[in-house]
């Protein structure tokens, strides 16, 4: 079937349509956000994402067991507030299809993680991502949702506070018993309460007391509430930066624990934190329940400590210590290799090497100075693949089963504990994580450099706790180019944790990957106390790689407890996208006995598989699975990958059908709509997918008919023309007809932004420096722009005169800097001559670019109105427009 479609412009009152196809998909599951109403409505059952939001991993166990230098102590603790997430709105549940993500790595170093998170233009309460508490709980390490009362210079009100701090008749705190039941369901270990809303009294600081007094009265045993240093007993808000009798009744009350931890406020470097250590003991509390904050977003390892009023040379530290935002390292960077290698910087030192700390400025010596790592490899089997927790692609057994980007930190492994401690006589090899090739997921671990038999290196990876029996047995799966593997696998016990034992990998790898198992059955009894790896080479061998793809030790018995195959796996929702794209949610039963993941696969049919991803939950969703040409049945396969890292033999499979397959939809833009005699004009194709061939016809131009996807014609004559596309494909054809579009003129060599510095008005601003004005004064840099809070917003531009209009060009959040997440998404534009009666000219749904261009075709107006629908591509409710640029003449 044939569709025409015409777009008739009469004059200066055009109507045009510029915009992006909707989309009614199954929806991606984010993680949550809330204001108070929203927490108390709160429930799993009334919730679809509720299920995609859960940690299925328990938190690990963990201890020191030893120390790597001198200046490690165990007394005080280390807490982290970091932004593991670039902003707290539209949070995929199960990651994404970006390779580069803050895959934060140095949990070893860590004793507590605060998600921080939350802002007034989206929601201030926010439960960790459940790939986030994965990770952490993997790792050992508690962590806690944030709850956010901003100060009012960003936004603060009042009615939050006072709605989470509502009482019933009968003492209870709706709010706090929906803050436990959430963190209860989702699986993460505690909150951190930050009140920074001005103008509360000495009953709302009471109050918070009894809130405070009411989560210990009812929280498990093992959940943390940590409090932060702002209000003060009268209610203000006024951070004491120690422990003071201004802010004790958040800590503790009598022989009553009113917070179990509170982060200190920064502004500490005037004197030590003697004075708050006293006080804690004075209250009967542990002063390393006290954490000194640093604040390191900006500055990262330039920040500026005073080290000794937290550590004093030779004593005990005074109180544990706080870092605000050590994200800095992913923030200041934008590739994988330079956040690494920044991180590691920060948490290891200059030197980066965590026995050594010593030789790192004085300055910033790293956490690793001052902190001992701690392990949770403390039961059989211990399986790595060095998975950081994304990639450019994943691998499967060594090959390459998807080339698509991810990261879903879910999937991170335990990566090493030392990094890097490398021992040479000589000039030792370079340690890495590599993210070019993989054994299993997205990177693998690799020893590079010149070996020699002076170059020998010892590379020490792991601490472990790793009891020995009679079928323990250990593997390493690695790759080489070289003839031998030049290899030895190093174990230290905890009688003697310095003196290794070096087993030789004997399987030749001839560039492959090769896997070799070395029984342990003579250490009976021990416990593994580290693993590393010694390369040596009695020739020289200038360039050296070796990637190590898996280590796994196990028990033989152990892996007799074969992977189950998955049972009752359903799709819980589907919907499609132009015929060829689907959006699925799957669900199937937990798999109660055993520990392990699930992957899942789509089957392709003749024993083809197309990899979609991994999870520990027991529910998966599926993003844009594009069609195989024109089947009519999509299958989908999970399978159960065991502790040891094996599958079940079967998989379990679900099918569901296609819908008829589409014929195309027309579509089209253009470079500009009005052109000068002889100016060339570009022409974009942008009709739907399934289009197979287009046919162009152009009156007056030249050429005047083309088959080419995006044709270039000029116009000779003044004049005002019509363009006809024709889209077909084997079930049909569209036809797209635009008439009176294109107008040539020699005015076109006088269009400019006729909106620059004009007059505007607007529904509202976030600040006086963040007018309408700001949107039309030539500049991105520097925060120039127009905020307004609210899902309806709107800006008025006068341009003084009526002008030719032919182009709008709006440049969004990530123009000005800011996060992609907050580019407006849809928005319209109309025009006007007398404010009364509007046209609408352009309409866009679904908008994710940073500059936006939409050419109309030649409208007289005076008055411009950009009205935003949604201002961001999530639950933010803040437009940042930046410029907001109109061409005409």
Excluded at 81 to 90: E, K, Q, R, W, Y
Excluded at 166 to 182: C, I, N, R, T, W
Excluded at 547 to 559: A, D, F, H, M, R
Excluded at 866 to 873: G, K, V
């Amino acid at each position: 079937m044939v569709k025409v479609k015409h777009f008739i412009v009469m004059g200066f009152l055009a109507f045009f349509l510029v915009g992006f196809q909707s989309q009614a998909l199954a929806s991606q599951p984010e993680s949550s956000y809330w204001y108070p109403e929203g927490l108390l409505d709160w429930s799993p059952e009334n919730d679809p994402d509720a299920a995609f939001n859960r940690s299925t991993i328990p938190l690990a166990t963990r201890d020191v067991h030893y120390s790597t230098n001198e200046t490690q102590q165990d007394d005080a603790r280390l807490v982290a507030l970091s932004a593991l997430n670039p902003n707290t709105s539209g949070v995929p549940s199960q990651g994404d299809r970006e390779f580069f993500a803050n895959t934060f790595s140095y949990w070893q170093y860590v004793d507590l993680m605060v998600y921080w998170a939350g802002s007034a233009g989206e929601g201030i309460i926010t439960p960790p991502s459940g790939d986030v508490i994965d990770a952490s709980h993997k790792n050992g390490v508690s962590i806690l949702g944030n709850v956010f009362f901003p100060p009012k210079v960003y936004g603060g009100k009042d009615e939050w506070v006072d709605q989470m701090l509502a009482q019933e008749e009968d003492g209870s705190f709706p709010a706090a018993d929906k803050l436990l039941e959430v963190a209860e369901y989702y699986g993460f270990d505690g909150w951190f309460i930050n009140q920074e809303t001005e103008g509360g009294t000495h009953e709302t600081a009471q109050k918070m007391q009894d809130f405070l007094v009411y989560l210990q009265e009812n929280k498990p045993e093992d959940m943390e509430i940590m409090w932060y240093d702002s209000m003060i007993k009268d209610g203000s808000i006024k951070w004491q930066n120690y422990l003071t009798d201004q802010n004790t009744m958040f800590f503790q009350e009598g022989n009553e624990t009113v917070s179990d931890s509170m982060f200190l406020n920064f502004w500490w470097w005037n004197a030590s934190q003697k004075s708050s250590y006293d006080k804690a003991l004075e209250l009967g509390r542990n002063p390393y329940d006290l954490y000194a904050g640093i604040d390191v977003e900006a500055n990262g390892t330039e920040t500026y400590v005073e080290w000794d009023n937290l550590f004093p040379n030779g004593e005990a530290p005074y109180a544990s210590l706080g870092i605000y935002r050590p994200d800095w390292a992913f923030k200041s960077t934008d590739t994988m290799q330079d956040f690494y290698n920044r991180e590691h910087e920060f948490w290891v030192g200059e030197a980066k090497d965590p026995s050594n700390t010593s030789e790192n400025p004085d300055n910033w010596k790293g956490m690793a100075h001052y902190f001992n790592e701690k392990t949770a490899i403390d039961t059989l089997p211990f399986v790595t693949h060095f998975t950081t927790g994304s990639g450019e692609f994943f691998s499967i057994d060594g090959t390459v089963k998807s080339d698509k980007s991810w990261n879903n930190r879910s999937l991170q492994d335990i990566l090493p504990t030392w990094r890097w401690i490398t021992e040479s006589d000589g000039e030792s090899l370079a340690v890495d994580f590599d993210w070019e090739d993989a054994f299993y997921g997205g990177s693998s671990l690799k020893i590079f450099g010149e070996l020699s038999k002076k170059n020998a290196t010892h590379v020490k990876l792991y601490k472990t706790n790793l009891p020995v029996d009679k079928d323990t047995e250990l593997s390493i799966t690695y790759k080489t180019p070289s003839k031998k593997s030049n290899l030895k696998v190093g174990l230290s016990f905890h009688d003697a944790p310095d003196d290794f034992t070096f087993l030789d990998v004997k399987k030749k790898s001839n560039g492959k990957w090769a896997t070799d198992e070395i029984k342990l059955k003579k250490f009976k009894g021990k416990s593994i106390a580290a693993i590393s790896l010694y390369a040596e080479s009695d020739a020289v061998i200038e360039d050296y790689q070796l990637n190590i793809g898996e280590l796994k030790v196990t028990n033989k018995e152990s892996k007799k407890d074969k992977p189950e195959k998955p049972s009752n796996f359903v799709i819980d929702d589907l919907s499609f996208k132009d015929g060829i794209y689907a959006d699925i949610r799957l669900r199937w039963d937990a798999n109660e006995n055993q520990n392990g993941t699930y992957e899942i696969y789509r089957n392709l049919g003749k024993g083809k598989k197309e990899f979609l991803g991994s999870t520990p939950n027991n529910v998966f969703y599926v993003s844009q699975l594009k069609r195989d040409g024109k089947e009519d049945t999509g299958t989908i396969e999970i399978v159960w990958v065991n502790e040891n890292h094996e599958r079940s033999k079967k998989g379990t499979e679900a099918s569901f059908d296609w819908p008829d397959y589409p014929a195309p939809t027309a579509g089209f833009s253009v470079s500009k709509t009005i052109a000068a005699p002889g100016e060339g004009i570009t022409f974009f194709n942008q009709s739907s997918e399934v289009t197979e061939s287009v046919q162009w016809t152009f009156e007056g131009a030249s050429p005047s008919v083309s088959e080419e996807e995006n044709p270039v014609v000029t116009y000779e004559n003044e004049g005002t023309y019509s363009v006809k596309l024709v889209a077909s494909n084997s079930e049909g054809e569209d036809v797209l007809v635009k008439d009176q579009y294109i107008t040539i003129s020699e005015d076109a060599k006088n269009i400019t932004n006729v909106a620059l510095n004009k007059q505007a008005t607007a529904s509202g601003q976030c600040a006086a420096t963040e007018s309408p004005a700001y949107a039309l004064d030539g500049i991105v840099t520097g925060n120039s722009k127009w905020c307004a809070i609210g899902s309806a917003s709107w800006m008025i531009v006068d341009l003084g005169e009526a002008y030719q209009l032919s182009e709008f060009v709006l440049k969004h959040a990530e123009a000005g800097g800011e996060p992609a997440a907050f580019n407006t998404r849809m928005y319209t534009i109309e025009v006007s001559n007398d404010l009364d009666e509007w046209v609408e000219v352009t309409k866009v749904t679904d908008n994710t670019q940073a500059v936006s261009s939409h050419s109309i075709p030649l409208t007289q107006a005076r008055y411009v109105r950009l009205s935003i629908q949604q201002p961001t591509q999530g639950g933010d409710q803040a437009t940042r427009m930046y410029e907001f640029e109109v061409y005409g003449f």
